[in-house]
């Protein structure tokens, strides 16, 4: 089993920043991509950034040029920097990770990101 610890989420104003953090652990034998999920209330969950093993990432539209994935292979981590955030990036955040050769998905277990206006 995998487990994948969140933090950093929060209250933050319009135009400000914060920086989410998820750790994995566990029976960890080779981690391909790792990301970042949100869903908001009334909203399918949606891909916000994914990274893979080889540093390669993507990004959702609604979210380029302000948000910055990047992980740490070292510690079995995935960060998310958020910049210049709006209120619609309003959202509880998921992480995720893609384990070993059947690409078995892990999930934590969410954090609450609410940016006022």
């Known amino acids: 089993q995998v487990q994948l610890v969140e933090s950093g989420g929060g209250l933050v104003q319009a135009g400000g920043s914060l920086r989410l953090s998820c750790a994995a652990s566990?029976?960890?034998?080779?981690?391909?991509?790792m990301g970042w999920y949100r869903q908001a209330p009334g909203n399918e969950r949606e891909l916000v950034a994914p990274?893979?093993?080889?540093?390669?990432?993507n990004y959702a539209d609604s979210v380029k040029g302000r948000f910055t994935i990047s992980r740490d292979n070292a510690k079995n981590a995935v960060y998310l920097q958020m910049n210049s955030l709006k209120p619609e990036d309003t959202a509880v955040y998921y992480c995720?990770?893609?384990?070993?050769?059947?690409?078995?998905?892990?999930w934590g277990q969410g954090t609450q990101v609410t940016v006022a206006s």
């Open positions: 566990g029976s960890i034998f080779s981690i391909n991509a």
């Open positions: 990274i893979t093993s080889d540093g390669r990432t």
């Open positions: 995720f990770v893609d384990v070993g050769p059947y690409h078995s998905l892990y």
